[in-house]
């Protein structure tokens, strides 16, 4: 989808140049203090590889005027699934200053400047989802969920426009799948949905100052959304649920859907969250995927 096409064009008069400029040195300035540090400590093999990505993003979310609002409790589960609606490059912060794991991401992703050496000491996953590595890198993944590394997947496959959820990958639930009854993986449904703009609730004219999809050009879409004011940004945890309750991984992906889809919209409205569908309240009296 193209921000052109919405008829709903970022308005650059929103942003300060200023503070974008103040935002990034700040940003940079922490990022090339703590690389060295990360990647003395993956080396190492110390506890401080999992607590610094932990910091350095809730430090970014700071320095970017992320005010970040938690419904519900992450899973404390070891390993988990976190499945979240993806709208912006800027999910990584989000996400990462919440959870305490690592993310699958495209390979492309590898190849950024500063974002791809980031991601790597991160212990970010890169999947290519065709192709001759394709069972390599499902092996990779299996094999971190064993070690009881949590992760966190955008099955969208790519960031939509923030007003719409679109449908999951049930491919990308295929190691969920792969571990059986014996072996359950927790999934816990995860809803991110930029809401507010120096406190005023947003609408679908500022929404692509944050959205990223389409053919944005990413280097004028940070610099915009950077120089905005204060963002409060609504993360949502949805009950956990055990993989063994589904019956094939498009069983999963439609449930993870389902829940995520609902959380974004209700964050979304301008009211107070409704409460659960009668259809999710329905799962747990009628045997179909329930909660732990």
Same mark, same amino acid.
């Given at each position: ?69 938690? +419904?519900?409790? $992450?899973? /404390? @589960? ?5 499945? !979240?609606?993806?709208? #912006?490059?800027? *999910? ?36 290519? +989802?065709?192709? $001759?590595? /394709? @069972? ?5 993944? !299996?094999?971190?969920? #064993?070690?009881? *590394? ?143």
């Amino acid at each position: 989808m193209n921000v052109l096409h919405t008829g709903h064009p970022i308005d650059n008069g929103l942003s300060s140049p200023s503070r974008a400029v103040l935002r990034l040195f700040a940003y940079l300035a922490l990022t090339v203090f703590l690389l060295p540090i990360q990647a003395l400590a993956v080396l190492s093999g110390t506890k401080v590889s999992k607590v610094t990505p932990l910091f350095y993003h809730r430090l970014c979310a700071r320095i970017f005027g992320f005010r970040i609002q938690v +419904r519900g409790q $992450p899973s /404390a @589960a070891k390993p988990t699934l976190f499945v !979240s609606n993806h709208v #912006s490059y800027m *999910d990584i912060t989000v996400l990462g200053s919440l959870l305490n794991a690592s993310f699958i991401a495209k390979a492309e992703v590898s190849k950024w400047p500063l974002f791809g050496q980031l991601a790597k000491l991160n212990k970010t996953i890169f999947v290519q +989802r065709r192709g $001759p590595r /394709a @069972a390599a890198q499902r092996d990779e993944i !299996s094999d971190r969920l #064993s070690n009881g *590394d949590s992760l966190i997947l955008f099955p969208e496959g790519t960031s939509a426009d923030g007003l719409h959820v679109l449908p999951f990958k049930s491919a990308l639930f295929s190691v969920a799948e792969q571990r059986g009854r014996s072996e359950p993986l927790t999934l816990q449904p995860v809803s991110i949905s930029y809401s507010q703009l120096d406190g005023i609730p947003l609408c679908r004219f500022l929404l692509p100052h944050f959205a990223w999809y389409g053919d944005m050009t990413m280097v004028s879409h940070v610099f915009t959304l950077v120089g905005l004011g204060l963002v409060t940004i609504d993360v949502t945890f949805h009950e956990p649920a055990l993989s063994d309750r589904f019956k094939t991984r498009k069983e999963m992906a439609q449930y993870c859907h389902r829940r995520v889809a609902a959380g974004a919209s209700r964050s979304n409205q301008p009211i107070a969250p409704l409460p659960e569908t009668a259809e999710d309240r329905d799962d747990l009296h009628q045997g179909r995927p329930a909660f732990s």
